[in-house]
């Protein structure tokens, strides 16, 4: 079946320093969300990506999809606190649009 | 606008009782619903999803069913909690038009098996 793993499981920062988190398939997606839940929260959709080397930017975060389409990461430059939580990859098949495979997780502290 | 809501909020069973928890979605028409588990410090873990009244689809053979009897309204059940079914329980929809939408989470159910 497919899977999708992501890295690294958990990230220690000091505010204003960089974070990158990777997701990577072991199949071709049709295309990639991102996800971020806060401690004690439900995850909150984040962004889409479809196309191949596709790069999106919402402030300070960054993300981009493969060109191969089989890998995805986030990048957050100069962190802050309000970025702590944990940040999932939702990957999506290549012939079902309604199955949603998440990644484990990166699980990100900033420290003040 | 639409939303979400998944009751109850947390939930304290001992092994063996029954479970029923609820997921109805306002404000849209035909969502793709889905339930979700995660275990603590974990991923999401897809359990079910249903594009449809009665359509349900099952990822991961276990003690759980779902059932859809309404348009909104997506229900997850078991006949006898195990110990294992512990977790946090997120109910969500998307609108499931086009190449893929959103998800759109519930708050979620935190259940406790004694």
């Known amino acids: 079946g497919q899977q999708v793993m992501q890295i690294p499981q958990y990230q220690h920062v000091q505010e204003g320093e960089d974070f990158t988190t990777y997701c990577n398939s072991s199949?071709?997606?049709?295309?990639i969300q991102w996800y971020k839940q806060r401690p004690g929260g439900h995850p909150v959709f984040l962004i889409q990506?479809?196309?191949?080397?596709e790069v999106k930017k919402q402030k300070r975060l960054t993300f981009q999809f493969g060109e191969a389409k089989k890998n995805s990461s986030l990048h957050i430059t100069a962190t802050q606190t309000t970025d702590v939580g944990t940040y999932f990859c939702?990957?999506?098949?290549?012939?079902?649009?309604?199955?949603?495979?998440f990644g484990s997780g990166t699980k990100l502290n900033v420290k003040p | 606008s639409q939303t979400i809501h998944q009751w109850p909020a947390t939930l304290v069973q001992p092994v063996g009782s029954p479970l029923s928890l609820e997921c109805t979605v306002e404000?849209?028409?035909?969502?793709?619903l889905y339930w979700y588990r995660q275990a603590a410090g974990r991923g999401l873990q897809l359990l079910f999803y249903?594009?449809?009244?009665?359509?349900i689809s099952s990822e991961v053979p276990q003690n759980l069913s779902a059932s859809r009897p309404q348009d909104r309204q997506f229900i997850l059940s078991s006949k006898k909690l195990l110990l294992s079914d512990s977790g946090f329980y997120l109910c969500?929809?998307?609108?499931?038009?086009?190449?893929?939408?959103?998800?759109?989470f519930g708050n979620g159910t935190r259940l406790t098996v004694t």
């Open positions: 969500a929809w998307s609108s499931g038009v086009g190449v893929s939408s959103p998800l759109h």
């Open positions: 199949t071709t997606l049709s295309n």
């Open positions: 990506l479809v196309k191949s080397g």
């Open positions: 939702a990957g999506l098949g290549g012939y079902n649009f309604n199955k949603f495979y």
């Open positions: 404000g849209t028409s035909n969502p793709n």
């Open positions: 249903s594009v449809g009244i009665g359509q």
